[in-house]
């Protein structure tokens, strides 16, 4: 079982950053695919960033050029660096993991418990 625990929310200012961390137990890590998606208030959970086994990783427009995945195999670690921070990426953010591929949509085994990012103006 490969379950992810987010770490690193918090409150910041608009063009500020911060780093997410999702912890996954297990040892079958290398082989899982990670995602971040976000939930703001009386919205849709929304795809935010994926990377595979490899390290390829995808976006979604309204982050790209902002938001940076990373993994750290060897620390069964994964990473989501924020910058430039703007109220509408305030929302829970939630770490989610699946073999091999990243998708867009939430077809993922394992889902974190979310971590709140607040975007103050």
């Known amino acids: 079982q490969v379950q992810p625990v987010e770490s690193g929310g918090g409150l910041v200012q608009a063009g500020g950053s911060l780093r997410l961390s999702c912890a996954v137990s297990?040892?079958?890590?290398?082989?899982?695919?990670m995602g971040w998606f976000r939930q703001a208030p009386g919205k849709d959970r929304e795809f935010v960033a994926g990377?595979?086994?490899?390290?390829?990783?995808i976006y979604a427009d309204s982050v790209k050029g902002r938001f940076t995945i990373s993994r750290d195999n060897a620390k069964y670690t994964g990473y989501l660096q924020m910058n430039s921070l703007k109220p509408e990426d305030t929302a829970i953010y939630y770490c989610?993991?699946?073999?091999?591929?990243?998708?867009?949509?939430?077809?993922?085994?394992?889902w974190g418990q979310g971590t709140q990012v607040t975007v103050s103006s």
């Open positions: 989610a993991t699946r073999p091999w591929v990243p998708t867009t949509d939430p077809r993922y085994q394992h």
């Open positions: 297990g040892d079958t890590f290398r082989a899982y695919a």
């Open positions: 990377i595979d086994w490899s390290g390829d990783t």
